[in-house]
């Protein structure tokens, strides 16, 4: 079936350093691509979102890549900080005239001080 | 400021029992969802609602309903609470445009007993 999914479960970096998080996403039909940030007890946050026309967005400290050739995204976070530890997934909508969106499972980022 | 609530916030039922959890926005959103999060399942969706009058069902929707009789709120009912819904559930809104991301509520933890 159509599905999100992430390359990495768990991710640790030490603090001022980049941060790269992928997703990879198996329905081509998807043409509207979401990161969202979960801290620990609290609702999903949206980071950055990118349409399929784009191949890059850029936001504050964060990037998001699409390359529809091989269906993957990912985020990129610079200079990482503690505040950045959280739970990350990527969602897609899977095009049409739909409002759903179809979430990954997420990847643990940690940022060691 | 315009926000999305969501109440309780912790919730511990027993088997058998109805309960309805809240969810309110103030954005003035057409889309609204319901979501369970669970380890291992990430964001799953239990149903949704694209105005005034309208449901839908989604993947997980056995054993919960939802009405819409306003803009601003769709209640989620558990009609006899079982222990398989003990999750965290999270409500999300989005405007009615397609490929818009959805805001998120900050969940309620159910236990049911």
């Known amino acids: 079936g159509e599905s999100v999914g992430l390359h990495l479960p768990t991710l640790s970096v030490q603090e001022g350093d980049n941060s790269i998080i992928n997703c990879a996403y198996s329905n081509s039909a998807s043409d509207y691509f979401i990161w969202y940030k979960q801290e ?10 990118i349409r399929s026309n784009m191949d890059k967005r850029q936001g504050q400290r964060v990037t998001v890549l699409l390359n529809k050739t091989v269906k993957h995204l990912s985020l ?15 969602a897609e909508n899977s095009g049409g005239s739909n409002y759903k969106l179809t979430f990954g499972k997420g990847t643990l980022l940690t940022v060691n001080p | 400021d315009a926000e999305i609530t969501q109440s309780p ?67 989620l009912t558990l009609e006899s609470a079982a222990s398989s819904q003990t999750s965290v559930y999270f409500c999300a809104s989005s405007e009615n445009l397609v490929k818009e991301t959805q805001y998120f509520g900050p969940g309620t933890r159910l236990l049911v007993l």
């Open chain 1, 40 to 49: 620990s007890g609290k609702g999903p946050q949206f980071i950055i979102d």
């Open chain 1, 76 to 90: 990129q976070i610079a200079a990482t900080q503690p505040g950045d530890s959280a739970v990350y997934f990527c």
């Open chain 2, 9 to 75: 916030r912790h919730k511990i039922t027993e088997t058998g029992r109805q309960v309805t959890l809240a969810c309110h926005q103030t954005w003035n959103h057409n889309n609204m969802f319901w979501y369970r999060q669970d380890l291992g399942h990430g964001l799953r969706l239990i149903h949704y609602s694209y105005g005034v009058q309208d449901t839908n069902k989604g993947e997980v929707s056995d054993g919960y309903s939802v009405s819409r009789s306003n803009t601003e709120d769709l209640p």
